[in-house]
């Protein structure tokens, strides 16, 4: 069973139909095909229409979309040899935020990725996608083993936020998650991070630090959800659309604002409509990335990406 | 909540009126035990409550005048780009900007003076509470960036004061990017070998505490502030729990190793003084006197002759 949201409705209304039209074409009944043909077009161009004209807060809907392409599906589809290294070596092992060392198209790489999880289960296994100070440390763990070998660090980053707990706080999340950045920005190699679904806040940014950063079309990327934003500012999480809007969270606006140096077009209809090819396409964008750094020293490597951040919040909307 | 919203007017005329200045009869109310003390009071006892210690919010000028040592000079800060996303809630940006800014001496949350804590070499970064809740945006991130060059160029320790709720929620993205940026600030400071240390004040929470200021090498904070990641209230709804007595409190920072001590803010200058001079003057003859040797140098604002110390290359 698909899920739709409410926009998408129209669109699955027709999807079903044609699927009606392609069961009665396959008991030979009567011939569909031009029919079938037509619909899948016209199918095809309301996908387009819908999803090029998304609102802000439309998108933050496909980016939280629960059959959108994760972070583990897009190690599947992207990484061989995909060694998964768990712990921070001083308390736990988080699921929330997984890594490895892994070969990328020939190259050996780690890859962090924060996973949400797609069932029930698997949510609660991953603590849907909001990492502890574990995870963070273990990352810090990670970047340095990346730094050691000069492997390339690629970070997939799909999380509502850090996790908000007790046991959190205790053990220093503000803490983990600034000596992440910290070490982002130390590291000689490159890091090349995609926001593949939501970019939550601080717990986005501590893997978020990057050489590259890129963002898929309907990703968002935010210092506070917009329904946070709107029960502080709005007084009311009603608000969200508004505050979604206010934000300036899609990936057109980031791009405008310089915060993101790519935007990764979608396939028609949404990454959750057809995941093998979205996840390619991350992946091409991963690569060429990668290879417009290839060519620099680990010293320059430091340098370009500090002062990329030392520029951000030069220019506003224009 | 500022504790300044909980000013009340005594029912009874103040008796000694010792000054023309106003407000004369401004009384305040101690968030810790409830007693009334007279605003000059106060102000003398540098805002902590005389009947129960309480610390009460200190203004960031009062901040810096309390220490650096006399003579210091305030860091002229940068421009920056004005309400970069042109943002609106309920009320324009560019207006709660204008109101804040009409409260304050200053144009944003950050104020940075340079000069010397007990003769050695220091900048001081304070936040200012009273603007817009200390949030940090673009100005905040560009002054930690301009304090650290300072920092650098004078051969001076960086000591940041955060009171912050957090993120400039108004400037989006670009406040998120402060973390970032001001922990550049801080890796310019350490790549020069000099000190970075940070005292917590009441409070710091969200991007700020995730960010800068949990990466100095020094880490003190004062008592009773409130400092953590998540918000109680968002926590509260998270894991639908009440949270315990004194959580996110300086002292239980203290006991969970996130601090390295919990210092009464009429220690702060000497503990820092001493902190800076041991760091980065590791040969000089202790300022404090030997306590068994003849008391020749009791005061711990007496120090070497003359003039201040800039780090050792
Ligand atoms: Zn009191």
């Not at chain 1, 978020?208 to 934003?229: Q, R």
């Not at chain 1, 992946?283 to 990335?289: H, K, L, R, T």
């Not at chain 2, 940090?136 to 001076?156: C, I, N, Q, R």
Request: aromatic letters at 6%; a neutral charge; glycine letters at 8%.
């Amino acid at each position: 069973m698909r899920t739709y949201l409410e926009f998408e409705k129209p669109i699955a209304q027709l999807e079903a139909k044609i699927e009606e039209l392609r069961h009665l074409g396959s008991e030979g009944k009567i011939n569909i095909a031009d029919e079938v043909a037509k619909l899948e077009a016209k199918a095809e161009r309301m996908r387009h229409s819908t999803f090029s004209r998304l609102t802000a807060w439309q998108k933050v809907q496909v980016a939280r979309h629960p059959e959108r392409p994760h972070g583990l599906d897009y190690i599947q589809g992207l990484m061989t040899e995909f060694n998964e290294l768990a712990g921070d070596r001083n308390f736990a092992e988080d699921r929330a935020l997984i890594g490895g060392i892994a070969r990328f198209r020939g190259r050996s790489v780690v890859i962090l990725a924060q996973e949400k999880g797609h069932d029930m289960k698997s949510r609660v296994e991953h603590n849907f996608g909001m990492a502890k100070p574990e995870g963070y440390r273990k990352a810090i763990r990670l970047m340095r083993l990346a730094d050691r070998f000069n492997l390339p660090i690629i970070t997939l980053v799909d999380t509502s936020g850090a996790y908000p707990g007790i046991e959190a706080e205790a053990r220093g999340q503000a803490e983990a998650i600034a000596r992440s950045i910290e070490t982002c920005l130390e590291v000689g190699v490159p890091i090349i991070s995609v926001v593949i679904g939501e970019g939550g806040s601080g717990g986005a940014i501590a893997i978020a630090t990057g050489n590259s950063v890129l963002m898929l079309e309907h990703a968002v990327y935010s210092v506070i959800s917009p329904e946070g934003c709107a029960s502080i500012l709005w007084r009311s999480a009603d608000q969200a659309q508004i505050a979604a809007e206010a934000l300036k969270l899609t990936a057109k606006d980031l791009f405008s604002l310089g915060i993101i140096d790519q935007i990764i077009e979608e396939p028609s209809g949404g990454s959750h409509r057809s995941p093998t090819e979205a996840i390619t396409r991350v992946g091409d964008a991963i690569e060429a990335s990668l290879n417009r750094l290839a060519n620099l020293s680990r010293d320059e490597i430091k340098q370009n990406r500090r002062q990329k951040y030392i520029e951000i919040g030069k220019k506003g909307l224009v | 909540m500022s504790w300044l919203t909980n000013f009340v007017r005594p029912k009874v005329q103040v008796s000694s009126d010792r000054s023309g200045e106003t407000p004369d009869n401004l009384w305040l109310k101690c968030n810790g035990c409830g007693a009334m003390s007279f605003h000059r009071e106060l102000e003398s006892n540098h805002q902590i409550c005389k009947d129960c210690d309480y610390h009460l919010r200190l203004s960031a000028v009062a901040r810096l005048n309390l220490l650096l040592d006399k003579g210091y000079k305030r860091l002229k800060l940068p421009a920056v780009v004005v309400d970069p996303l042109k943002f609106r809630d309920r009320k324009k940006y560019t207006e709660r900007l204008k109101d804040a800014q009409a409260n304050s001496a200053d144009t944003d949350a950050l104020l940075v003076g340079y000069g010397t804590i007990h003769n050695v070499n220091a900048v001081v970064a304070v936040f200012d509470f009273d603007f817009m809740a200390g949030s940090m945006g673009v100005a905040v991130g560009e002054g930690l960036l301009h304090a650290a060059a300072k920092a650098v160029e004078t051969g001076s320790a960086l000591i940041v004061i955060p009171a912050s709720g957090g993120a400039r929620m108004q400037e989006g993205i670009l406040s998120l990017m402060q973390m970032p940026r001001s922990t550049v600030a801080v890796a310019m400071v350490r790549e020069a070998k000099l000190p970075y240390i940070v005292v917590l004040t009441d409070p710091t929470t969200g991007g700020v505490s995730a960010s800068f200021a949990m990466l100095g090498d020094i880490t003190l904070a004062e008592p009773g502030a409130t400092v953590g990641f998540a918000g109680a209230r968002v926590i509260e709804e998270t894991i639908r729990e009440k949270l315990p007595e004194g959580f996110q409190k300086a002292e239980y920072l203290l006991q969970h190793g996130i601090v390295d001590a919990v210092v009464h803010r009429h220690e702060l200058k000497d503990r820092l003084g001493e902190m800076i001079s041991l760091l980065m003057i590791p040969d000089r003859v202790s300022n404090r006197g030997d306590r068994g040797a003849i008391a020749q140098n009791q005061s711990s604002q007496s120090s070497l002759p003359g003039q201040s110390h800039a780090a050792t290359p």
